[in-house]
């Protein structure tokens, strides 16, 4: 009996102890978190005379300059080496779109005391290579699809930073380069060499699903027959006095409703009050 008694007394501990582990843990697990997103970027900020300059901004302008250090070179290539006039057209957007953002890029960086690299990065350096290695039409497809997709990428960062920016030189910097992105983009696609299959494929691999999904349509219908509009009834031949007969009719009909409402409501001879201009 006593053994009984120290093994529900043990188990109550224990679920004690549980229970306030539970409620003790989620405390103990935040506490050294640091915090919101707010204040991530908070922290990340810092004042400038233009407005404050956050981590994606700084992001931002780094990201800009490196599309203009292997983009610019790919565009030059393309001019020298495509094959077909719209490939070559992409080119010379590439040359003179990036060559005035290089230039902007610059400017933004010096005035908010940024340093800027010089160099591609290794993935960026990897695609001129390839571009390098191709020739004629598999030439024209990597241009195309290569450079298309990483101006997709670099497009929704711009987007991002338009949105959310605080400081008015990378707001101004956002402008030219969602400008320029675009149109590059466009001259890209009009080569009619991107493959829009493999870019919804490489985006979906890339990003979270939705919260809410849309569910696709039903596909076509029949059109509804359109409406039938119902004839009147044929009038009956007008009775003596000029009136139809449905009037008559009508008229007889109500009459005797007033008469049972008489009769049942009034067995004692007190009349309703009818309404104004209605003669009982």
Known sequence: MRTRFVNGTGLIVAGLVTTLAALVFPV???????GTGVDLLDEGTVPTGFGPLS???REFVTKVRLAGLWELPAGQQAEARGTGRAV??????????????DARVREVAARLGLELPDQPDSRQ???LSELS???????????ANILRR?????FSLVAQVRATTRNSLVRDLADDANRTVLDHIKVLESTGLVDFDALARDAAGASTPPETRSPAPPGPVASPAPPTPLSPPPLL??????????????QGEARKTERHIRTTLCPYGEQPVAPPGQVT
């Not at 290695?133 to 241009?143: L, N, S």
């Not at 990483?150 to 670099?154: D, E, N, P, R, S």
């Not at 031949?237 to 009508?250: F, I, K, N």
């Open 28 to 34: 103990w697990s935040y506490a050294d978190r640091s």
């Open 55 to 57: 981590a994606l901004d």
């Open 88 to 101: 070559r057209t992409a080119g010379e957007h590439l040359v003179e779109g990036h060559a005035f953002l």
């Open 125 to 127: 350096r990897h695609w």
């Open 133 to 143: 290695a191709a020739h004629g039409d598999d030439y024209e497809r990597k241009f």
């Open 150 to 154: 990483a101006h997709g990428k670099v």
């Open 237 to 250: 031949p007008a009775a003596p006095g000029g009136l139809p007969a449905q009037a008559l009719t009508r």
